[in-house]
């Protein structure tokens, strides 16, 4: 019995160690993204494991990503991070929360969109748009640009918003609207007209109560407009059967640029540069585009973009925006408006 026994130890060990050491072996990479809903995360799972690679995704909101990242820097979880905008990835670089690495597709992107020092890089440029339902308004009678929901009666309650700042597109509507009232001597920079702008938007709008969908209310006409941002827009007016026009504001609308990065501390280093090679290719941005109507940063990408995305952009024009300065500021914007103005 004793040997039995001895035997039965001696093997629990063996299948433990071999298990650690399977385990520390591990190529699996672990992908935090804001950009995995309409099917994308289940999407680069497919393809990456078509290309060699075990990956796991996990969505979580643009506001908290950041956020998420930083609490886990001294025992990261995440190897890879994409889909957050320039704002979210100067923040991760600056908290040394990014692994420098220069993927192979680097020199196809536009100047000037990828990190200077090699933190980051650029994947899709999206448009982020006010739209209105085809089905209550025409582009005579929708809003024109963001001004016009609270400073015009007949608009009063029936554009979205969003009951939190977190997200990614929200933060970016704000940014474009305050962005026009800067003041160096105002509250956070931002002049008293601008904080009002933001407090009539809030005291004019629906703001969506917990589990209500923005494309379900526009398409039951309670609230036929609101934000989207332009690659999110085609899935939408499929999923529930309606159209819609979008604003084309003569000062621009803001246009954010996803990155991707690899996460300092990533216990699979080079497995994690291999995928930002594969991910950020001409062929893969391509396929992404073309299934997502997205507008690729990567240039030799472009021609695999549908018509229709590659449209919208041509009829659009793009809001000057120092993101830069944003970016230093957007955090307690958004605390301001959610603890002072959406109370």
């Known amino acids: 019995m004793k040997k039995v ?39 680069v799972e497919e393809k990456a494991k078509e290309a060699g690679f075990n990956v796991t995704t996990v969505q979580v909101g643009g506001g908290d990503l950041a956020n998420r990242l930083i609490a886990e820097k001294n025992n990261p979880v995440a190897d890879i991070v994409f889909g957050l905008n320039t704002m979210g990835f100067e923040t991760l670089k ?3 929360i990014l692994a420098k690495h220069v993927p192979v597709w680097a020199d196809n992107i536009e100047e000037g969109m990828n990190d200077n020092d090699g933190y980051y890089h650029s994947l899709v440029k999206q448009a982020i748009l006010l739209i209105y339902s085809q089905d209550l308004y ?22 979205f918003l969003f009951p939190s700042l977190s997200g990614g597109t929200t933060r970016a509507v704000i940014s474009g609207i305050l962005v026009r009232y800067l003041d160096e001597n105002g509250e956070l920079g931002v002049s008293d007209e601008g904080w009002e702008a933001i407090k009539q938007l809030y005291d004019n709008g629906y703001i969506a109560k917990d589990g209500e969908e923005f494309y379900a209310l526009l398409a039951g006409g309670k609230t036929p407009m609101g934000q989207m941002w332009s690659s999110g827009l085609a899935a939408r007016e499929e999923q529930y059967g309606v159209k819609s026009y979008y604003a084309k504001p003569k000062i621009g609308v803001p246009y954010v640029v996803e990155q991707i990065g690899i996460v300092e501390g990533s216990s699979n280093l080079e497995e994690s540069k291999r995928f930002l090679d594969w991910f950020g290719s001409a062929e893969i941005q391509g396929q992404w585009a073309d299934k997502f109507y997205s507008l690729p940063a990567n240039k030799e990408a472009l021609s695999s973009a549908p018509e229709y995305i590659r449209s919208i952009d041509e009829s659009l024009s793009v809001q000057e925006i120092d993101w830069g300065f944003v970016g230093d500021h957007i955090d307690q914007w958004a605390e301001k408006i959610e603890l002072e103005i959406m109370k």
């Open 138 to 159: 025409s582009e005579e009678t929708g809003p024109q640009d963001w001004p016009d929901l609270w400073e015009n009666p007949d608009f009063h309650g029936k554009y």
């Open 5 to 43: 026994i001895s035997v039965v130890i001696m093997l629990v060990v063996l299948l433990t160690a071999s298990a650690c050491g399977q385990k520390e072996g591990s190529d699996k990479l672990i992908i935090y993204s804001n950009s995995l809903t309409d099917g994308r995360g289940e999407w």
């Open 94 to 96: 600056k908290g040394n």
